[in-house]
């Protein structure tokens, strides 16, 4: 039953999977968060687990970074664990002039510079959405939380180091942030028949040149993810 990514057995992941790209991100969330928590994939480090939130099954794992790789790991979960819902947890660049480092952004919408959608051989452009269910609850719990959020498109990108310095155009389309996975999780869920959503928080702002540490990015995400993690 294993995959060439996942030695994980049926049965071994939850409907609901958690996806943030870090490794160390997804052993947090599990080890933080989860009760009853196991390792059920190892392999390539990419480190998959199970357990239960609030009494609810749950499991995380770690995607990777870019649209191939997230490509692989949702297919597979969805075609052969009988995943439901991934629900990616991760971090962006800002590019509305409003967003701000620790802000959320809930991704209705993913443009893509990235060729993934092509193997679609669809006769015009693919727009990849989230699930409307999941992002509505989100919305909710956003407010009852009185986390500052905004809704709207994301940018996936297959570059962290942007030549061509593409953000100003992006922000001209009303782009909130820039991340590298979003895309490729929406059209995977679209083309399985599944739900997807991206929770990011804003680690950085690459048109101002203000960062966040990588100690930020692996630790400090904690209001975005116990709100996404209610969203089982
Ligand atoms: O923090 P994660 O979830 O990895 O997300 C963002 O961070 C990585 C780049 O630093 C890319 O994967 C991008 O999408
Ligand atoms: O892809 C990403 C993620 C975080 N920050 C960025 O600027 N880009």
Redesign the pocket.
């Known amino acids: 039953m294993a995959t060439p990514h996942n030695a994980a057995q049926k049965g071994d992941f939850a409907k609901t999977v958690f996806m943030p790209g870090d490794p160390l991100r997804a052993k947090l969330i599990a080890e933080t968060y989860f009760q009853n928590s196991r390792l059920v994939n190892p392999v390539r480090g990419i480190g998959g687990y199970t357990g239960t939130y609030q009494g609810k099954p749950v499991s995380v794992m770690a995607s990777g970074m870019g649209c191939p790789s997230i490509g692989i790991y949702s297919y597979e979960l969805f075609t052969q664990y009988d995943v439901e819902n991934i629900i990616r947890i991760g ?3 800002a590019i509305h002039p409003d967003l701000k480092i620790g802000d959320l952004v809930l991704g209705q919408g993913a443009c893509t510079d990235s060729n993934f959608l092509q193997q679609y051989r669809l006769p015009g452009t693919y727009a990849p959405i989230a699930s409307y269910a999941l992002l509505e609850k989100a919305v909710a719990l956003a407010k009852e939380k009185n986390v500052s959020y905004k809704v709207g498109n994301l940018f996936t ?1 297959d570059k ?1 180091y942007d030549a061509a310095n593409s953000m100003k155009d992006w922000q001209k389309m009303g782009v909130l942030a ?3 996975e979003a895309a490729a999780l929406y059209a995977t869920a679209a083309f399985t028949g599944k739900n997807a959503l991206a929770v990011c928080t804003i ?2 702002c ?1 048109l101002t040149g203000e960062a966040s540490d990588a100690q930020y990015r692996e630790t400090q995400l904690h209001t975005m993810i116990k709100l996404a993690l209610e969203l089982a």
């Open positions: 971090t962006a660049g990108s962290f820039v991340e590298m680690s950085d690459p």
